[in-house]
């Protein structure tokens, strides 16, 4: 079985409020992208994962106005994707939802958050995604109050053999200082959406600690916008926010498992992988970054995990299919990350 997740930029720019694609020669989201072209890219990007599950990161948006999951199926319908139910948990209002494509002849998937609701005041004891964690982020002996912009997609999934299993889709706070216009507003707002960023990833921590102590089945992925050694602010921190929701230091048990994130645990002098390219047109080049994960727990481990990041540019396979290369770097500015494994 193939799951994987996909950051798709600015998805929800290529449909109308009535769920249609926007096939047209005007621009995308994307930067000197058309509508037509990252449709036309993300066709065949999708087919060629021919994923039983995708966790879509920045899907369509859901509103008064809009529906997240008749524009996947949509899309999954004009595609021919096996893929071709949609689900999603808690909306949000950044116009970039998280849900997931699946086939309904391979797997089941059903909303199911755990923890508990919260008021505004909140509560340490990992709350609902949809609530507020309490959390003292910058040690003042002050708890600050913490939200999910987006929060993560929680499921319960079934095969059709029968094997259940956990899925959290998760796409936490960027530590872009947007916004900042001094050296002084940037390393203020760097160091704020850092702590921000890292309180969210303890809170997801918490949920995969429950999970895996119950002896369940877990699967993490999505796009965590952060990863070891990532920025210079980490050391004021000591650690990543993924190192946090992998367990890096806890007993073997209650560690999650993924092979690029053990690659950058190495050392910026190691080879480094990379999901997401940006283009930095103050400098005329691109900066690549390994900001998305699949994580699975310790007995997932023992079922022939197998994992690819789909960058054309480290994948000899992907590169030497010059439509598929050109639709991955039309497509978004992440690549799939995907995981085969026995269920």
Known sequence: MRI????????????????????????????????????????????????????????????????????????ARVMDLRARRAITGFANDTQQEIALLYDPDRLSARHDPRGDPTGKKGSADAPRFDGVF??????????????????????AMETASGFSFRL????????????????????????????????????????VESH????????????????????????????????????????????????????????????QPASARFYLAEEGRFLSALLDYVMVSPDLCARNPHWRIWHPFDDPGLYRVPELREALLAASDHFPVSLDIDL
């Open 4 to 75: 994987a997740t996909y950051n798709v930029e600015w998805f929800n720019s290529l449909f109308d409020d009535a769920g249609t694609l926007l096939d047209d020669d005007r621009w995308s989201g994307r930067q000197d992208v058309t509508r037509h072209q990252q449709i036309e890219a993300l066709g065949i990007v999708f087919t060629a994962l021919d994923a039983d599950a995708i966790m879509v990161i920045e899907a369509p948006d859901h509103n008064g106005r809009r529906a997240t999951v008749p524009a996947l199926e949509g899309f």
């Open 212 to 271: 895996l102590a119950a002896g369940e089945p877990l699967i993490v992925l999505g796009d965590f916008n952060d990863g070891p050694g990532l920025d210079e602010y980490e050391k004021l921190f000591g650690r990543s926010g993924v190192e946090i929701v992998l367990g890096q230091d806890g007993p073997p048990g209650l560690r999650l498992h993924d092979p690029h994130a053990r690659q950058a645990l190495q050392g910026r002098l190691a080879a």
């Open 134 to 155: 309490r959390l003292d982020v910058d040690v003042d002996t002050a708890p600050e109050l913490i939200r999910f912009s987006k929060p993560p997609l929680e499921l």
């Open 168 to 207: 959290i889709g998760v796409h936490a706070k960027s530590k872009a200082p947007h916004g900042a216009e001094t050296p002084d507003e940037v390393m203020r707002v760097s160091i704020e959406n850092r702590r921000k960023q890292l309180a969210q990833c303890i809170w997801l921590r918490q949920r």
